[in-house]
């Protein structure tokens, strides 16, 4: 089983930035596809970004794709999420997942998830 273990979440101010990070086990990281989601309390869970193997690839939500970066370094097994400019909206759970596969997209099953990290962004 692959473990996956959210950190970095907090309390921010709107505007401000934030990095959460994702450490996952196993010795075949790199094969792995890497997304993150998120979930408000009250509301549906929602795709954020996704990352291909080799880290080239990215893709993004419509409402975040100006404003979140995500990123991996196969060496520490760790995928990243760089969040900026962040509104109150972002409030939220942040999870991380991870194909076995290498699929990374919106749509894709994804096999393991982490437990999540909090998000809070005050006015």
């Known amino acids: 089983q692959v473990q996956l273990v959210e950190s970095g979440g907090g309390l921010v101010q709107s505007g401000g930035s934030l990095r959460l990070s994702c450490a996952a086990s196993g010795r075949t990281f790199s094969s792995y596809g890497m997304a993150w989601f998120r979930q408000a309390p009250g509301k549906a869970r929602e795709f954020v970004a996704g990352?291909?193997?080799?880290?080239?690839?990215?893709v993004y939500a419509n409402s975040m794709k100006d404003r979140f970066t995500i990123s991996r370094d196969n060496a520490k097994n760790t995928v990243y999420l760089q969040m900026n400019s962040l509104k109150l909206e972002d409030t939220a759970v942040y999870y991380c997942?991870?194909?076995?596969?290498?699929?990374?997209?919106?749509?894709?099953?994804?096999?393991?998830w982490g437990q999540g990290t909090q998000v809070t962004v005050s006015s």
């Open positions: 990352i291909s193997r080799s880290g080239i690839s990215p």
């Open positions: 997942a991870a194909d076995t596969s290498g699929n990374y997209g919106s749509f894709t099953h994804y096999d393991y």
